[in-house]
């Protein structure tokens, strides 16, 4: 076989220009409205890739991170790690008898979410722990494989996978066409995140940050297992968003994405860099096609976060206006 | 400017060959000798890179994880980073007069470092801590990447960037070609290494795994810093590296290349997954042209690793019968 039909030279000048001609493609955003919050994202983006420019920055240091919660995906009437804790709980009871008569398990059984919280945090770290510790972080890895291939959101019927926000798709993707690494950076579990997230969003496992709990490696029968232990290691929300991301990643996002007063410290921490940088809120607004909530919310509240961000520029997404589509279809 | 002077068609076909089309290039490994531990290096690539047969590996899964001292750099008479903590004692000593009287710094000044270790763990931590903790994340790597940029090393005198080894150099650089995800995973700390791993080993921040102490977020004149505290948060050595990996990589290597004992877990975890497994210790046996050491040493101890590595036919490397070269010319 010929495989090079053409002289050496010109072989190669073909490939250097496929390789350094943009190519004018469609909208890469077709789910966002026109409007200041697209245009800012595309600006933004257009300054930071332009080589030669003071703007310019290598692609190296492209680092975005995105909250998950409410900001990837949605996050009512209850963050899906708390639905999923839920659904654990009655798959576990034939083995708890005793959790018929012992609060938090006993009103959860009973369908009443709120009397199971009613015992407050330490009420819910006993719900997590039970469900989230005491076995290996591959049998772990199994139950939330199957939880979120079958599991269904108990008021849209979806799959929860179903309830990603298609225009924060785009954004990945974007973003990632124009040289960006993408991260998550979640107060969610990171072993809850990780079995699904590089099918879904693109993002691989080594680029998730989340909160986790310890673990302890052991033999079992001569073949190494990491044990979950039902002991917080690390609480990535907060003021724990930066030290996570330096922990993970060492190096300052330019761009952040987040939808909570939870990230507000990941914002900060990313707009306190040098050069160009970038912040959004995604702003929840739309009780129609999804859910409206802000400042009074216990789930997702976004209130000093909303002050912040109007006070210093950053782009304020409203569900409601800015996106022609919520779900993928 | 006419930017496609070929028809669409055959512009097309010539990229795609461009990308499909092996080169034969020159031996990827010039200062691995021909030998046993060579042939098993790039038999393994070829067989998990080559698709549509049994043992190929997605790239996505290629995921190679390397200790650092002792096994990409030198790691004599001291860890590199127990020089750096000497150096930096000396450099803080003129704002501590009190340590010239108080141990174990006293010893440390008249340079018997001996002495100073001689009050053990406490010593060192004090010692580590003193020179570790108490500023911004920002100024550490500073610090680090003075350091790393004009110390010399006591024995050899060159800088310790030239002390890496070329052959896994060159090994880093022919995975990475062949798709693989290179991550160092090493006890030293992970802001020691993170300011200068991505120019002198290719493998950027976020790849990076390490020993760490922990961070707090606060508001310094309305900027968010992270300050350095005096408590370790993780020790990423022996049972501690399958942990770290988990945490950061969220997936099981598939090739893990260790010097030491402190390594032996995080070779045991990557040859307990399932498929092609490539585990390899780094064997110290040149004592002319680097240190000879194993069974006994205190630095670097491998004596559990090689009667492993013989049991189950682990590759493993004599740095003087297999490399012709041993630090970049």
Redesign the interface.
Known sequence: MN????PRGL?AT??L??LI?PTYAADPLPSWNEGKAKQAIVEFVGKVTRAGTPDFVPA?ER?ATFDNDGTLWAEQPLYFQGLFMVDRVKDLAPEHLDWKSREPFASLLKGDLKGAMSGGERAVVEMAMTTHAGMT?EEFEKMVKDWIANARHPVTKRLYTEMVYQPMLELLAYLRTNGF?TFIVSGGG??FM?PWT?KVYGI?????VGS?IK???EMRDG??V?VRLPEINFVDDK??K??GI??????RPIAAFGNSDGDL?ML??TA?GAGPRFCLFVHHTDAMREWAYDRESAIGRLDKGLDEARAKGWTVVSMKDDWNTIYPK
Do not use: C, N, Y
Request: hydrophobic fraction near 40%; charge should be positive.
């Open positions: 495989i090079s039909p053409l072989l073909v490939v220009l496929s001609v190296a680092i972080s690494k990171i072993e990780r590089e691989p496992p080594e680029q998730v986790s673990t302890k490696f073949k190494p990491l003021a724990g930066p030290i330096q922990q993970h990643i060492g190096r410290q900060q921490w306190a």
